[in-house]
């Protein structure tokens, strides 16, 4: 478009250069070689203009035969190139399909027409054609060539890489891995496994950095960088609190400050606190967090805070958790371990059964059984307790990658992932949960209606359920004939050794089909009616 446009603008000056020319008359006057040449301005005009042009022309043929042999060859060398790209492209198709028949032709036809020092990509596509016949060392041989070209190194390095991770390798593919992350941070599969690989070895200040490049290339975002400071910078502490308290308590304090709710950071940072003397600044650190969420660790370093306070103080430290986050299962757990630590067995089984109430769960049982052992050391429900918590979904812990660790790690101990390990319950078993029979109180069971019985059977004898502080009988409360109750074990352990043996009723047969007992027959049968246990 502006090409058009200065094309029509120089046409236009050259028109109004020739109509000023004509309104204004004049002759041109040339001597030459004892002649005279008088023409018009306009004739002379237009006879210059006329001869730049057959010079111009002239000067385009000349060059066009000269040229001519190169404009040649280029014409055939453009048709072989863009024949090679098009098989190149091909071969990419088909490898990128798993066909590596036709990649591999496709590979062949390509290096023919194209040079593999002026388009790295047949390489690529000769180690994707070894690849998808099987030949894995001819495609290492191929990618470790192309580490000696700058422009296909980190190609190479990924091609390596994958095959140290197919023979399971992990040091050769860090190795690899690290080399591309030098010269590329911004490469995710390059950055992660170095992050693995300094993590594995401690080396936390090594991914720290790795991490402030990922975040400064944007190949992560700003909280996702946060959190993995916060994790790096917890470990860190955790690594430095014996040999350099200092450091590990600035390492810790910034990480709490990138992540508040995170537990871990919030325990490192105020036991480094707690180390220096400094209660009140650590506390207000574990009580944050706490409103956040609540955490048995949290719990168990806040009661604690003062080595030397008394087991009256420590309960009333849990309570002050507790008034910050109300019903909740873990605060009451909290102020149930501090009370039975108090002695205070009424205050400790009320919170346990609140806890209960709240999450049944097997910490919950396992703390009411140690209450009732202290307490009133009552075997039998003890052991009641204690299948309840085997039947009880299991506590909270830290899981990673099918791992339980009762503590906070960094890293993964199974894949070596950083932060993997999630407060949650583990899921070894599933569907344990709690018997609600145990609990719910006692209800009847519906009469059902049966058939009338022959006139000739025998009635049964029934045996009566024994209730808790009433004296055990050999034989049953007189009931009427038609009434038959559940028998428990209770009432199959008062029957004495000499009794009777009493044959079985005789089991009546119903037919899938059959619509059941008709209401107004019902009314004329006998109505003896037995319980279903």
Do not use: C
Not at 9 to 15: C, S
Not at 24 to 46: C, E, I, K
Not at 279 to 288: A, F
Not at 346 to 363: K, L, N, Q, S, V
């Amino acid at each position: 478009m502006i090409r058009l446009l200065a094309f029509l603008i120089v046409v236009f000056a050259l028109g109004l250069g020739f109509a000023w020319l004509a309104d204004r008359p004049g002759d041109m006057v040339v001597t030459f070689n004892g002649y005279q040449y008088q023409v018009s301005l306009m004739v002379a005009a237009v006879a210059v203009v006329a001869v730049v042009a057959a010079v111009m022309i002239l000067w385009w043929l000349v060059k066009s035969l000269w040229n001519s042999p190169y404009t040649i060859s280029r014409y055939f060398r453009v048709r072989r190139r863009d024949r090679g790209y098009q098989a190149l492209s091909t071969g990419m198709i088909a490898a990128g399909a798993g066909d590596g028949a036709l990649a591999r032709k496709k590979t062949k036809e390509a290096a023919k027409l194209i040079r593999s020092d002026q388009e790295p990509l047949i390489h690529l596509l000769e180690a994707q054609a070894s690849l998808l016949e099987g030949d894995h060392e001819g495609a290492r041989q191929k990618f470790e060539s192309m580490l000696d070209d700058p422009e296909m190194r980190l190609l190479g390095l990924r091609g390596l890489y994958l095959e140290a991770e197919r023979l399971g390798d992990r040091n050769a593919a860090r190795h690899y891995a690290g080399r591309a992350a030098a010269v590329a941070p911004q490469l995710a599969w390059a950055a992660e496994s170095t992050l693995e690989e300094l993590t594995a070895r401690g080396d936390w200040d090594g991914a720290l950095k790795l991490v402030d490049a990922q975040k400064a290339t944007r190949q992560i975002e700003r909280d996702a960088a946060n959190r993995r400071r916060a994790v790096l910078l917890t470990a860190k502490a955790q690594s430095l609190a014996d040999s350099d308290p200092t450091a590990a308590r600035t390492a810790a304090l910034e990480a709490n400050k990138l992540q508040p709710d995170f537990a871990p950071a919030a325990v490192a940072a105020a036991a480094a606190l707690f180390r220096q003397n400094d209660v009140r600044k650590g506390s207000k650190i574990l009580e944050t967090a706490w409103r956040a969420e609540p955490h048995p660790e949290i719990a168990e370093l806040y009661t604690h805070a003062r080595p030397g306070d008394a087991v009256l103080d420590r309960l009333n430290r849990a309570k002050k958790l507790q008034e910050m986050k109300k019903n909740h299962a873990e605060s009451s757990m909290t102020v149930a371990r501090a009370a039975l630590d108090a002695q205070d067995f009424a205050t400790a089984r009320r919170e346990a059964e609140a806890a209960i109430r709240m999450d049944r769960r097997e910490g919950a049982y396992l703390l009411l059984a140690d209450i009732e052992e202290a307490e009133t050391g009552d075997q039998g429900k003890v052991r009641q307790l204690l299948s309840k918590a085997v039947r009880a979904p299991r506590d909270p812990a830290w899981v990673a990658d099918g791992v339980v660790s009762e503590r906070w790690a960094p890293v993964s101990p199974v894949t070596g992932r950083l932060d993997a390990f999630e407060w949650r319950a583990p899921m070894e078993r599933l569907g344990q949960l709690i018997d609600s029979r145990d609990d719910a109180p006692e209800t009847t069971v519906p009469a059902i209606e049966a058939l009338a019985k022959p006139a000739s059977e025998k009635p049964i004898d029934t045996i009566e359920p024994v209730t808790a502080g009433s004296e055990t009988t050999g034989q049953g409360t007189d009931r009427s004939e038609d009434q038959v109750t559940p028998v428990t074990a209770a009432a199959f352990a008062a029957v004495p050794a000499d009794a009777e043996a009493v044959e079985p009723a005789e089991e009546l047969t119903r037919l899938p089909d059959d619509p059941g007992v008709d209401p107004d027959e019902e009314a004329e049968k006998s109505p003896r009616r037995f319980r279903l246990f």
